[in-house]
Nanobody, 123 residues
């Protein structure tokens, strides 16, 4: 079992930045690929970014490429999402997730999920 807890969400103006953190506990997080997803009201959960267990490979949704950066610290068992140049359409609940398979853009390939943190971007 892996427990994930997100933090760092909040209210920010368009063009601003936020850094989300995800603290992992339980089984060695370094064995899992990590991912960030988001879900806006009335919409399905969508992929944001993913990172391999070694941090050697990263993958971004087109909507956030060039603005968001995913990273991890396997010593601290942490996953991060640096979000810059935020837009109102980035408003959503953001979830971190862990996959025992591979880094992926599919919700179905993640085994563990955090409870989510709200990000609201005002125009």
């Amino acid at each position: 079992q892996v427990q994930l807890v997100e933090s760092g969400g909040g209210l920010v103006q368009a063009g601003g930045s936020l850094r989300l953190s995800c603290a992992a506990s339980g089984r060695a997080f370094s064995r899992y690929a990590g991912g960030w997803f988001r879900q806006a009201p009335g919409k399905e959960r969508e992929f944001v970014a993913a990172i391999s267990w070694s941090a050697g490979s990263v993958y971004y949704a087109d909507a956030v490429k060039g603005r968001f950066t995913i990273s991890r610290d396997n010593v601290k068992n942490m996953l991060y999402l640096q979000m810059n140049s935020l837009k109102p359409e980035d408003t959503a609940v953001y979830y971190c997730a862990a996959s025992s398979l591979r880094y992926s853009d599919s919700v179905n390939e993640y085994d563990y999920w955090g409870q989510g943190t709200q990000v609201t971007v005002s125009s």
